[in-house]
């Protein structure tokens, strides 16, 4: 007799009959439990959503008034015929692995995920299991990330040259994760720090859960640029090169994201500069995730799925496509 | 390498005219003479002559780089740069490069002489020697094709600055057949009496394309107007008892246009023509299709068959020297009436035409003659201001193209793929089809005319309502409806909807119409009728 598999692929998203719950669902269910807040993955409409203590500011600030629980890392928790687990998934703070068992077989759905320490989020750790679900946003062997410390280095030294001759350094980032990951890369010796709207209310969220970064200016209406020289702007990559930009008077634009490791990518964005700063998992760190888990049944989802699931049955895993509808933004999220 | 990888970075790192400038004109002055002009060399698509095969690039990087080569092929067919590609699979180093540029060339150069092994030993060692910038850059010397932002226009304005020298001396003095080897910096940018090469064309003049009506022009006398025919822009010089033939891509096309050599019988050395070059049947009152002159492009040599088949000519519509003085800054009347006095006995079997000039009092009637343009094979009219002398570059004012309106079609979209390069990481390539009945019948492929938000929003789209894989081809829901633009429409056995299209391009999203409103093969059929 085969088993039920513990998790299963259905139109509403990853699917658990022994708890029947969901996770990262994107259509209205009962229950979801979700890996973390980015709109993607944590969506309106759900009766009710389980998720880290960590990432539930940032989606009750998205989402409103909803129904929904906090679970601290590595706390078992019985739903149904399931004990889940929420596990550090180091892609943005809060960030989780969620860990489900079914009668011994354990699946592991890792939602999004950097196997590097930013510094911010809960560093990833691995999960024995049985089943691993990844993602494959950078599965392709040209996705190489440099050290954190070395882009952190080039970013100020852009700023820098930006003050010096007198220009605004405008750094286009999204707004959730990633703006906050380069507040922390940035040496506030350089100049102040101006933000967006949608940057500095992610930021006064993680902030009032503990987490520090530099000071900010928010910039309103009345923010005179004159006031600010040497300014760096933090804001999402929409507002480049808008109206909104162009009372910064003379500027560098800068994009941060791990397509800007692709020339041609960077190119058609069309800004100065590129920093390849990314909070998902490059090829050395998908790979080396993968073995971690010690897997054998691998299923790949959102990114370049048909290209790393071929590598991984080379390579004597068990792989498969999942189908998904989580890359819906054309990798700006990212 | 390092101070040409920092002046590649310095221009890559903006998107600003003046600063790219800046940049060049800062390394044109300081850098050796003989970078210097491997620089202009790489940057004006010349590149030394490739010591290995990218065969062997490509199975070495991957040996190299322990991914395998399926992967290797299927990351470049996403990065869409070969020697970017290679860069980024090999492990990262530190660079550690104390070569020159000129002394990587001639590294690369002298593995000609040398064995598989050896130049695979010499390859491997550089990839671990150079990193970043540097590695992909060696790889682009092998690779070729520097495109990096740096038009033609921009090298001769910061060579210009460099030097003190006027800009469009400098676009000339690029021009045409050089190589590095030949030539020395002081030679091909400073010396005054440059010795030019015969067969050195001019630089083109590129014109504008007219978006409003022409009254906005001013006085129609001041104008002449001829047909604008679909061909290849050429340059034919007649120079030494030799002749030339060069394409706006500067790329001497002489061997593939033999029946050309005929025009030394009919004008005299030290004569340059601007024209076009069309098929013409001999006796044909207009020119032949774009589709006949493709038979003959891409064909370095020509068989006695095709040359009998698809005869070419120029079309003759400017006279830029003319008994070996350049002529260039008369206006263009005068120019003409030379051009005209000296093809007055042209035979009927010449390789050489003049373009005909439309009589004209007023604007009006010229939009009435512009309207019959399909009736006689061309794209619309051009015009040319008659005072006006002959400038290069694409230069506003004072040569226009007003083409008719674009043939359109509404289509519906059924297949998409992701793009390569700019466009990796959205769909960008859809095939496009109109009903057959209940079928959809596909009928062309188009990639460009939208926007890169509405990319982004079709990609988003695609990901969602994929009905099936084929490779890296997506079948998607007929759900979208594209209006098509082209400039031609043949019939052609190879495609299913019996049809080919010439410069296909989407126009608009039409979110407006509901799938069952697109086109009908008929209504296809019944443009290639009157349009074929």
Same mark, same amino acid.
């Given at each position: 007799m085969t088993r039920e598999p513990v998790l299963t692929f259905t139109e509403n998203g990853i699917y658990c009959a022994a708890g029947d719950f969901y996770i990262d669902p994107w259509r209205p269910v009962a229950r979801a439990l979700i890996t973390h807040g980015h709109a993607d993955h944590a969506?309106?409409?759900?009766?009710s959503y389980l998720a880290t203590d960590a990432a539930l500011p940032v989606m009750r600030h998205r989402l409103g008034e909803i129904d929904a629980e906090g679970i601290a890392y590595g706390e078992r928790r019985q739903i149904g015929g399931a004990t889940v687990s929420f596990h550090p998934a180091g892609h943005v703070p809060g960030s989780a692995q969620i860990r489900v068992e079914v009668a011994g077989e354990v699946w592991v759905a890792s939602g999004d995920y950097k196997v590097i320490d930013d510094g911010m989020s809960e560093p990833f750790e691995p999960v024995k299991c049985h089943h691993f679900i990844t993602e &494959?946003?950078?599965? +392709?062997?040209?996705f190489r990330w440099a050290p954190q410390a070395d882009v952190a280095a080039d970013l100020n030294a852009w700023w820098a040259r930006c003050a010096a001759e007198g220009k605004t350094a405008f750094l286009g980032a999204y707004s959730l994760g990633k703006a906050q990951r380069l507040l922390s890369m940035l040496d506030p010796h350089v100049g102040p720090i101006l933000t967006h709207t949608a940057v500095e209310n992610t930021n006064a969220v993680l902030r009032g859960q503990g987490i520090t970064l530099p000071d900010t200016m928010l910039v309103t209406p009345e923010l005179n640029p004159k006031d600010h020289p040497g300014a760096l702007v933090l804001a999402?990559? &929409?507002? +480049?090169? &808008?109206q909104w930009a162009r009372r910064f008077g003379k500027q560098e634009s800068a994009f941060a994201s791990g397509w800007m490791a692709l020339r041609g990518v960077r190119r058609r964005r069309a800004g100065d500069r590129g920093f390849v700063i990314s909070d998902h998992a490059d090829w050395d760190g998908l790979l080396w995730a993968i073995r971690e888990t010690g897997a054998e049944n691998i299923y790949v989802t959102h990114g370049y799925t048909d290209i790393f699931t071929r590598y991984l049955n080379e390579q004597g895993w068990n792989a498969q496509v999942v189908p998904t509808q989580f890359d819906s933004d054309g990798g700006d999220s990212e | 390498m390092k101070d040409f990888a920092a002046l590649f970075n310095a221009v890559d790192q903006t998107t600003k005219t003046t600063i790219k400038v800046a940049a060049l004109a800062e390394y044109f002055t300081t850098a050796e003479e003989t970078d210097r002009l491997w620089t202009v060399a790489l940057f004006s698509g010349r590149r030394p002559k490739r010591a290995v095969t990218t065969t062997k690039l490509r199975e070495w990087a991957s040996e190299a780089s322990g991914v395998p080569l399926w992967l290797f092929e299927d990351s470049y067919a996403i990065v869409g740069d070969l020697a970017e590609t290679i860069a980024l699979v090999l492990p990262p180093v530190d660079s550690d490069d104390t070569g020159t540029l000129t002394s990587w060339i001639n590294a690369l150069r002298g593995l000609k002489e040398e064995d598989d092994a050896a130049r695979k030993a010499f390859v491997l060692s550089a990839w671990q020697q150079l990193g970043g910038t540097e590695r992909f850059l060696f790889n682009k010397l092998i690779t070729g094709g520097f495109r990096i932002g740096i038009s033609q226009k921009l090298m001769t304005r910061a060579l210009s600055r460099a030097t003190g020298r006027p800009e469009p001396e400098m676009a000339h003095r690029l021009?045409?057949?050089?190589h590095p080897d030949d030539v020395t910096w002081h030679s091909l940018i400073e010396a005054e009496d440059a010795s030019a090469d015969a067969s050195r064309p001019y630089p083109f003049y590129l014109a504008y394309a007219l978006e409003d009506t022409p009254e906005a022009l001013g006085d129609p006398t001041d104008w002449r107007a001829e047909w604008k025919w679909d061909g290849i822009r050429g340059q034919l010089i007649l120079r030494d008892g030799d002749y030339f033939v060069w394409s706006r891509g500067e790329e001497l096309m002489t061997d593939r246009f033999p029946e050309l050599a005929r025009a030394a019988d009919h004008m005299p050395p030290g004569t340059v023509l601007d024209g076009e070059l069309l098929v013409w049947q001999p006796g044909a009152e207009f020119p032949s299709s774009f589709n006949a002159l493709q038979a003959r492009i891409g064909r370095k040599t020509v068989p006695k068959k095709l040359l009998a088949e698809a005869p070419v000519i120029l079309h003759a519509?400017?006279?830029?020297?003319w008994r070996g003085e350049d002529i260039r800054h008369r206006p263009f009347a005068e120019r003409r009436a030379l051009l005209e006095k000296a093809s007055a006995d042209l035979p009927a079997d010449a390789p050489i035409r003049l373009s005909p000039q439309h009589k004209f009092t007023d604007w009006t009637e010229l939009a009435t003659l512009r309207d019959t343009a399909r009736d006689a094979q061309a794209e619309g009219l051009m015009l040319k201001r008659a005072d006006s002398p002959y400038l290069s570059g694409r230069k506003k004012g004072d040569w226009w193209k007003w083409k008719l309106d674009p043939l359109t079609i509404d289509a519906v979209m059924i297949y998409a793929q992701s793009g390569s390069g700019r466009r990796a990481n959205l769909f960008t390539d859809f095939t496009f089809a109109v009903w057959n009945g209940n079928d959809l019948v596909p009928f062309t492929k188009a990639y460009s005319g939208l926007t890169d938000a509405e990319f982004r929003q079709i990609t988003a789209w695609v990901r969602k309502n994929?009905?099936?894989?084929?490779g890296p081809v997506r079948q998607v829901t007929p759900h979208h409806v594209f209006e098509i633009a082209f400039e031609g429409i043949q019939p052609s056995p190879r495609h299913k909807s019996g049809v080919a299209l010439r410069f296909p391009r989407m126009l608009r999203w039409r979110k407006d119409k509901p799938l069952q409103e697109a086109n009908t093969l008929d209504d296809l059929k019944e443009m290639l009728r009157i349009y074929g």
């Open positions: 969506r309106d409409g759900m009766g &494959s946003t950078f599965g +392709l062997p040209v999402p990559p &929409s507002a +480049l090169g &808008s | 021009m045409g057949n050089w519509y400017d006279m830029l020297e994929t009905l099936q894989r084929f």
